[in-house]
């Protein structure tokens, strides 16, 4: 049985790596198009265009992981099918349990793959993509380098050296000069909370004045601070949410609800993001139909038409139930489960048919 195991494993491999790879080369070349039309804004040229798309592709993988692991299985079991290779196994003695434990297998895999790229590798090259994008395009004379953001208004200076979770300045400093050149004033803030009115909440603030009598300092727990006109642009440098890891994503939306924000678009984020791994297996799971169901005897063509729809369908319920939780408020985690679940309850429906 093992053996077995590491044939569907190895047969589904390919063909789903196969299917995400076309998928990723549509997508892709329709964001390249889109990029292309900033190309002579700034200094952003074509290579600037071809290296966004580049460090995008695995936040892109993500989104496509589900309807390309589904539309893989069936063009992988159907490969099987043509083969008669599924008709021997079962004359074998091999149950339909037993072929599905071994596309379970294969799932778990490809899942665990996926948290990673999920957690790790897209967050961290999306980031970077942003942030070169930002800079090629802007023209607004703003400096975001090894030392963060930089930005001037007058005769005050402001350096923001890190977006804690991608969308919290921290370790702010501000630096005034005199007309002649001279330090006059300092001040440092562990992180800002953004509110209403355009106005900053300043935590852990350390005020400076340096005069002709000395330096005099004070702390503060928080700071009510009104930033550089300038400071809207810095909004550009924040990471979409999309763009979060789930354990950061998790994190800024506890740090919304402490600071009494609304959540509900994080949360439904969030947990898309979730489902959006878990429900890989599943997809996996309702693709066997297709070739050991009454679909087995129809064309490859045929198959992989209907499962794109089913792919489509499942998408664009993610999509519609995800704008229904923001309009009813509605609890994210079930909304976002229920498609999951829908599609769990059609796989064993149908393999219940399958003889």
Not at 169 to 190: M, N, Q
Request: with cysteine.
């Amino acid at each position: 049985m093992k053996l077995l195991d590491r044939y569907i494993f190895t047969t589904l491999l390919k063909s789903c790596l196969l299917v995400l790879a076309i998928l990723l080369a549509i997508f892709s070349f329709m964001d390249l198009v889109q990029q292309l039309d900033d190309v002579g804004k700034g200094s952003f040229q074509t290579a600037d265009a071809f290296h966004y798309i580049l460090l995008s592709l695995p936040a892109r993988l993500l989104e496509m992981a589900p309807i390309a692991m589904l539309l893989g299985t069936i063009a992988g079991m159907g490969t099987l099918n043509r083969n008669s290779e599924l008709i021997a196994m079962r004359a074998g003695g091999v149950s339909l349990a037993r072929i599905a434990l071994a596309v379970m297998k294969t799932a778990v895999v490809l899942v665990a793959v996926f948290a990673i790229v999920s957690e790790y590798v897209a967050p961290a090259a999306q980031r970077k993509a942003e942030k070169d994008r930002l800079l090629a395009v802007s023209n607004s004379g703003d400096i975001l380098g090894e030392e963060g953001y930089w930005t001037r208004d007058g005769d005050r200076f402001l350096n923001i050296r890190g977006l804690r979770l991608g969308r919290i300045p921290s370790d702010i400093h501000l630096f005034r000069f005199s007309e002649g050149g001279r330090l006059v004033g300092y001040l440092h803030a562990r992180e800002a909370e953004t509110q209403e009115g355009d106005t900053w909440l300043l935590k852990d603030v350390v005020r400076k004045r340096f005069g002709d009598e000395g330096v005099t300092m004070e702390r503060l727990d928080t700071l009510r601070w009104q930033p550089l006109p300038a400071i809207s642009r810095f909004g550009r440098f924040e990471l979409p949410a999309r763009s979060l890891s789930p354990v950061n994503l998790h994190r800024y939306i506890d740090y919304l609800r402490h600071a009494g924000e609304d959540t509900r678009r994080f949360e439904i984020i969030f947990w898309q993001k979730i489902m959006n791994v878990l429900g890989i297996p599943v997809l996996m799971l309702l693709a066997l139909p297709f070739s050991l169901g009454s679909l087995r005897t129809a064309s490859f063509g045929l198959r992989l038409v209907l499962g794109v729809i089913t792919g489509l369908l499942y998408l664009l319920g993610n999509q519609l139930l995800g704008n229904l939780t923001l309009l009813t408020e509605s609890n994210a985690g079930l909304m976002a489960a229920l498609p999951v679940a829908t599609a769990l309850i059609a796989a064993l429906l149908l393999l219940r048919r399958v003889r």
